[in-house]
């Protein structure tokens, strides 16, 4: 099956203008399949981190939305321990207009906001809401720990 | 279960489709088609019929092969386009048009006529002609039904004209009298959507006046995990619908040439005119009505879906009873076995957790031929506690058989609601598809979530050969990553496809 023009228009743009602090590379033997990297956005407990995601565009791409996953461990309320983000542009709220850019941008403003009333790591959210202080110290600690 | 209710939609629409490909033959319309392009390669649920019908009454934009790459002038026309033999005053009217309008099906002497009005065109940006413009518009649309007696007035009317230019301008535009090919495909318009670029006429959202091609548009749709109405993907205004502009309209004419003079005489306000969506020149203030009936939504082109829909949830509701069913089932025959028990008064250590019910048939049997004198105390007791104890014996095996079936399934039980929560919560498993969702036994559910989790990480092994469990500071996958490999074949066939 040949890949959409789509896909491969978004990849080179990609390529042409990388977003900061955003990276995405493909496989060079599956166009579908991406590395990713995300640094951890400035003031927040994931600054200085880099953080590793998979990302993999399904046949129904752009009709249905990219399979996204964090591959370093990272300690957030919306992101569980097998990586899998709790995002509503990733799920009912895709729209084909949103690009692969556009995910991993929202992913990084995830990073910045997290929001633990909408929790996928119910222990994290937990933490977060009764003992913030003790769940941004752990934030920053699996950072420097898992995301260097 | 599941298969069956997915088996009878694709019947459904198989059928529906041969019923009506029959009579299909595609037409060209305005250099377009009625057939898509195949940019998008999952068997379609929307009705390609009513596609066709309304790109027909020009309710919808044709099919165009989209074009990869931008150019200004997709189709360069060669020099016979614009014929110099012809002379034309330059206070020419646009009677011509109307001549021009059925040229097609007129072998004489119209050819040129078309070359004529598309010199005479150039020249048409200037207001008074425009407005001129306007009323041979109107009123080619009203005498389009007679165009036999049109074109033979036109043509005595005008001069002689030599047979090849003839020729050549036939050759030119033999679809589209209002414009040339290259004319048409000119300054084409990106889709948003699927990044091809198509030509002008192509479909606006009525929400937010954004582009999208056809083939994009009849994509969305509504689905049986998320049935309300369409959104636009744009803005996300809920019941999703477009408008389009037919290029044989006043309206677009009037536009095109607007764009394409600005475009030609490098003018500053080209881009905004061009984000000025579907009008250029007087940009569209209010978002159009879903109801309006102008707009062609998602429901239009898709509308057996309710219908459809109602019979998956209908069959869902079976499905669901049958579980029921089948948990009472379960438990009614635990509690009698547990009553049996009972009566027979087995030794307490055989009623413990353990036993399996399945396991009491036999106990069962075995206390039958045990001993006589049981039953003879059984019935005793009995007697003496009468009905109260009856009752308390029917609870006390009800709670007993489930927290029997709990223990049972006790792993699994959890573990599924587990991957069930983490279905809803997580992005893993996007979208369950038809077939998917309708096998909804909670075992299915689970290895769906795991297909999902184990195609990521099959593909990252297969291409890079590199373990992310022995990585460190990756996450642990070892429990996903063994069932990948269980399933290393069946996933490797899929994602090398
Ligand atoms: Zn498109
Ligand atoms: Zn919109």
New binding site residues.
């Given amino acids: 099956m040949a890949l959409p023009k789509r896909i491969i228009k978004e990849t080179e743009r990609l390529m042409a203008e990388p977003t900061p602090g955003i990276s995405a590379v493909p496989h060079e033997d599956n166009l579908r399949y991406f590395d990713v990297e995300i640094s951890g956005p400035d003031s927040s407990p994931y600054e200085g981190g880099k953080f590793k995601l998979e990302l993999f565009l399904p046949e129904e791409y752009p009709m249905s939305p990219p399979k996204v996953r964090f591959l370093t461990k990272i300690y957030h309320p919306n992101i569980d321990k097998l990586g899998r983000i709790c995002l509503d542009i990733l799920k009912d709220k895709w729209s084909p207009a949103h690009q692969i850019r556009t995910v991993l941008l929202s992913i990084q403003v995830l990073l910045s906001d997290p929001n633990p009333d909408d929790p996928l790591a119910n222990d994290v959210a937990q933490e977060w809401k009764t003992n913030k202080e003790q769940a941004i110290a752990t934030a920053k600690e699996w950072t420097q720990k898992y995301a260097k | 279960m599941g298969n069956s209710n997915t088996k009878r939609s694709d019947d459904y629409s198989s059928h529906s489709r041969r019923k009506k490909s029959k009579e299909f033959i595609d037409q060209r319309i305005n250099y377009g088609s009625l057939v898509t392009h195949g ?1 998008y390669t999952a068997q379609p649920e929307y009705d390609i019929d009513v596609v066709r019908e309304f790109i027909l009454k020009k309710k919808l934009s044709p099919f165009y092969k ?1 074009m990869e790459d931008y150019s200004d002038n997709p189709f360069p026309s060669s020099a016979t386009s614009t014929p110099d033999n012809l002379t034309i005053p330059s206070t020419q009217p646009y009677e011509p048009t109307l001549s021009i309008a059925s040229s097609t099906e007129n072998n004489d002497d119209t050819g040129s006529q078309c070359s004529k009005t598309r010199v005479s065109r150039k020249g048409s940006l200037d207001s008074s002609r425009r407005r001129s413009r306007h009323s041979s518009f109107s009123s080619m649309k009203n005498r389009r039904g007679s165009y036999k007696s049109d074109v033979d007035d036109a043509s005595t009317s005008s001069s002689p004209i030599t047979p090849d230019s003839h020729q050549n301008s036939l050759k030119v535009e033999p679809e589209h009298p209002l414009y040339s090919k290259e004319e048409f495909f000119k300054y084409p318009i990106e ?6 670029y ?1 030509p002008r006429n192509i479909n606006y959202t009525r929400c937010c006046d954004q582009p ?6 009849i994509q969305i749709k509504r689905t049986f995990q998320n049935p309300e109405p369409t959104c636009c993907p744009y803005c996300v205004q809920s019941n999703f619908g477009v408008t389009y502009l037919s290029p044989d309209s006043e309206e677009y004419y009037e536009q095109y040439n607007i764009l394409v003079k600005s475009k030609e005489e490098h003018d500053p306000e080209y881009e905004k005119l061009l984000s000025q969506g579907s009008t250029p020149g007087k940009k569209r203030k209010n978002s159009i009505s879903y109801t309006d009936p102008h707009i062609v939504s998602t429901d239009d082109i898709y509308p057996g879906w309710m219908l459809k829909y109602e019979q998956h949830q209908r069959e869902q509701q079976r499905l669901e009873a049958m579980r029921v069913r089948n948990f009472n089932v379960q438990v009614n025959n635990n509690a009698a076995l547990a009553l049996l028990d009972a009566f027979f008064q087995l030794p307490i250590e055989n009623q413990n957790s353990h036993s399996h019910s399945r396991s009491h048939p036999h106990s069962h049997s075995h206390s039958n031929t045990n001993s006589s004198s049981n039953r003879q105390h059984r019935n005793h007791t009995l007697q003496t506690f009468g009905n109260d104890l009856e009752e308390l014996m029917l609870l006390e095996a009800i709670r007993r058989s489930l927290a029997d079936e709990n223990n049972n399934n006790n792993n699994n039980q959890s573990e599924e609601q587990g991957n069930l929560n983490a279905i809803e919560e997580s992005n893993e498993v996007v979208v369950l598809n038809d077939d998917e969702h309708d096998n909804t036994s909670n075992i299915s559910i689970r290895n769906e979530l795991e297909e999902a989790t184990e195609h990521i990480i099959n593909l990252n092994l297969s291409s890079s050969n590199e373990d992310h469990t022995t990585v460190e500071n990756t996450i642990d996958n070892a429990t996903t990553t063994t069932s990948a490999t269980n399933n290393n074949n069946n996933n490797n066939n899929t994602s090398t496809q």
């Fill in positions: 940019i989209g889709c948003p959507i699927c990044f091809l198509y999208i091609c056809t083939e994009c548009f």
